[in-house]
């Protein structure tokens, strides 16, 4: 039986959001899960690829997809992301969001009241595991 894949949403604009969305990916890959991580599989536009190369590779990474991981943390979300979780939702794939920076109820403002309303959002990595794995 062919693994459940995972798609790894979030900002990849600076090196520490990148790590941050490696390590939501090496958590998903311990469970058992294949991946997709954007920066990894589908390169950044600063190494010289292409926006349309980009983009094509990160529509592919929804292939066969099951499951979307969305990083929530900032001030509100990046519009790459919203627009991956919005995407995941009309192709009928479940979120996750992970926001460990803050409290939801403490970024209402700063999160879509439609995302908040459809979209299972944990506060740490140990309560990502457990949904991850009840997913399984």
């Given at each position: 039986m062919k693994a459940k894949k995972i798609y790894v949403a979030g900002p990849l604009c600076t090196e520490e959001e990148r790590k941050f969305m490696e390590k939501i990916d090496s958590l998903c890959i311990e469970l058992g899960f294949e991946t997709f991580?954007?920066?990894?599989?589908a390169g950044l536009w600063k190494e010289g690829k292409k926006f349309e190369d980009i983009a094509k590779e990160d529509?592919?990474?929804f292939e066969d997809c099951d499951l979307i991981v969305a990083n929530l943390n900032g001030f509100g979300i990046g519009a790459?992301?919203?627009?991956?979780?919005?995407y995941a939702h009309a192709k009928g794939?479940?979120?996750i969001g992970l926001k460990t920076d803050r409290a939801v109820k403490e970024s209402i403002e700063e999160i879509s009241a439609i995302?908040?309303?459809?979209?299972?959002?944990v506060e740490s990595f140990e309560a990502l595991k457990k949904e991850i794995s009840s997913f399984k």
């Open positions: 991580l954007p920066h990894r599989d529509l592919k990474g790459g992301t919203a627009w991956e979780m919005g794939i479940p979120v995302i908040l309303g459809v979209t299972q959002i």
